[in-house]
Antibody, heavy 116, light 107 residues
Framework: EVQLVETGGGLVQPGRSLKLSCVASGFTFNNYWMSWTRQAPGKGLEWVASITNSGGSTYYPDSVKGRFTISRDNAQNTLYLQMNSLRSEDTATYYC?????????WGQGTLVTVSS | DVQMTQSPSNLAASPGESVSINCKASKSISKYLAWYQQKPGKANKLLIYSGSTLQSGTPSRFSGSGSGTDFTLTIRNLEPEDFGLYYCQQHNEYPPTFGSGTKLEIK
């Protein structure tokens, strides 16, 4: 059974940093692209970042480019999202997803709240 | 970026009925449209991709159609567990973009 478990969310002040983790199980992690997608409270879904199976290439929308970094540790079956210079508009539940698009499996999400 | 316009925003139906949800892309995305279901306390579920291909585990009462810019998700013979939020997403090009969602409620 595919499982994706996100951790690392919480309350953070604007301008500060936070790093999310996602531990994957139930599939061969290094065979798949992985992504992060987010959902602001009461809003729709927004793609945040993707990484190739080797980690050699990464992709971001303009809204987070230069502030967020996606990475992975294939030996530990773990996906990361380093978020810097956080803004109030980054407040959302962040989901770890398998695939570069479409997103075949989703975690339950971790809530990030950016507020002073 | 490809803009995805989803309609209706809200939909009410009774178990046993059929419903359709529409998704329109701002430019042609060929057949590359996915549908997701979101329910409280559960992981989001990919239902359909490439317009009409059912993801493993998706019940056959779900079907997808369309190509180019206009797509439809149809759910026949609604079951109680089908009520929730539905999103479309284009997977033809980066960045992947989602529709604004349709809330399917019990009438």
């Amino acid at each position: 059974e595919v499982q994706l478990v996100e951790t690392g969310g919480g309350l953070v002040q604007p301008g500060r940093s936070l790093k999310l983790s996602c531990v994957a199980s139930g599939f061969t992690f290094n065979n798949y692209w992985m992504s992060w997608t987010r959902q602001a409270p009461g809003k729709g879904l927004e793609w945040v970042a993707s990484i190739t199976n080797s980690g050699g290439s990464t992709y971001y929308p303009d809204s987070v480019k230069g502030r967020f970094t996606i990475s992975r540790d294939n030996a530990q079956n773990t996906l990361y999202l380093q978020m810097n210079s956080l803004r109030s508009e980054d407040t959302a539940t962040y989901y770890c997803t398998r695939g570069g698009s479409p997103f075949a499996y989703w975690g339950q999400g971790t809530l990030v709240t950016v507020s002073s | 970026d490809v803009q995805m316009t989803q309609s209706p925003s809200n939909l009410a139906a009774s178990p046993g009925e059929s419903v359709s949800i529409n998704c329109k892309a701002s430019k042609s995305i060929s057949k590359y449209l996915a549908w997701y279901q979101q329910k409280p306390g559960k992981a989001n579920k990919l239902l359909i991709y490439s317009g009409s291909t059912l993801q493993s585990g998706t019940p056959s009462r779900f079907s997808g159609s369309g190509s180019g810019t206009d797509f439809t998700l149809t759910i026949r013979n609604l079951e109680p567990e089908d009520f929730g939020l539905y999103y479309c997403q284009q997977h033809n090009e980066y960045p992947p973009t989602f529709g604004s969602g349709t809330k399917l409620e019990i009438k």
